[in-house]
């Protein structure tokens, strides 16, 4: 964490998995407070759990959805969600990004209508500590952005919002100069959230800004049309890893780099 703050960045965004965040122990979250406030960084959202892992030491591989048909498997994958989003009570956060099912999610109305149980009672349950959701657009059948769309205005889940993650948006059947225009118009004006990462348009590669094949003047434009003006962004990357990747304070400032190249683009 200390890297972090070192480079520049003055907040995070932690993925709610035990062998990485225990979310569950008030012990951790105290500790994850005490490192945020020892290095001036801000919480600035939680990425919900997608899987429940046995323990704190290794992940189960179990998945967690608000999609989940089966009762029983529902209420456990939403009590799950909802101590996720407590963490609220002892460690402030705005946001928590949330999947609508997993990576492989295919439309159904069983699970749609499993989905809008769940998150009408997740949308209420965060609102109390101050926390907005953010289903965020992914490659699945039901994170696609105009069903996300068409769900919202359906259920009429009007405090639910969006995460739009660029690097998602590059990836799919249209030409690749339309992709992040065509991802975006529909989730455009409840958009509270964005993913910034890279890739090469065909598989989610989570690089820095510029390293992949994403026009990022075009996209810039049109995350611009957004209402929200203030739009927070994440950057999402994916650890570099193997004998031959670099250390983690040279992946940093490349981050880093690529950072102040997209920030001088956006103004």
């Known amino acids: ?16 998995s035990r062998a990485h965040f225990d979310y569950a122990s008030k012990q951790e979250i105290q500790a994850l407070r005490g490192m945020l406030e020892h290095h001036k960084l801000q919480l600035a959202s939680l990425h919900a759990p997608t ?7 290794r992940e189960s591989g179990i998945p967690l959805s608000v999609c989940e048909v089966e009762r029983v498997r529902r209420i456990e994958a939403m009590d799950e969600f909802k101590r996720a989003i407590d963490v609220a009570e002892e460690l402030a956060f705005p946001r928590m990004v949330v999947h609508m099912g997993g990576s492989r999610e295919a439309a159904d109305p069983r699970k749609r209508d499993a989905a809008f149980s769940t998150l009408e009672h997740l ?12 289903v965020e657009n992914t490659l699945s059948e039901m994170g696609q952005p105009a069903y996300l769309r068409s769900f919202v205005d ?5 405090g639910l919002r969006f995460n739009f993650d660029v690097g998602h948006a590059n990836l799919g059947d249209e030409v690749e100069a339309e992709r992040i225009l065509k991802s975006f ?12 990462h890279d890739n090469h348009g065909e598989k989610d590669e ?7 094949s994403i026009n990022w003047e075009n996209a810039i434009e ?6 929200e003006k203030n739009l927070p962004i994440v950057l999402e990357l994916k650890e570099k890893v193997g004998a031959d990747a670099p250390e983690m304070t040279e992946q940093l400032a490349a981050a880093r780099t690529a950072m102040d190249r997209f920030e001088k683009a956006w103004g």
């Open 1 to 16: 964490m200390s890297q972090v703050a070192e480079n520049g960045f003055t907040a995070i965004e932690v993925f709610c």
């Open 51 to 57: 899987s429940k892992d046995a323990s704190a030491m």
């Open 123 to 134: 949308v209420l349950h965060a609102k109390h500590v101050g926390v907005t959701l953010c």
């Open 154 to 158: 359906e259920t009429r889940l009007h």
């Open 185 to 196: 118009e529909p989730m455009r004006d409840l958009v509270a959230n964005v993913h910034l």
């Open 206 to 212: 989570h690089l820095p800004p510029y390293d992949g």
């Open 222 to 227: 049109v995350l611009n049309t957004s209402p």
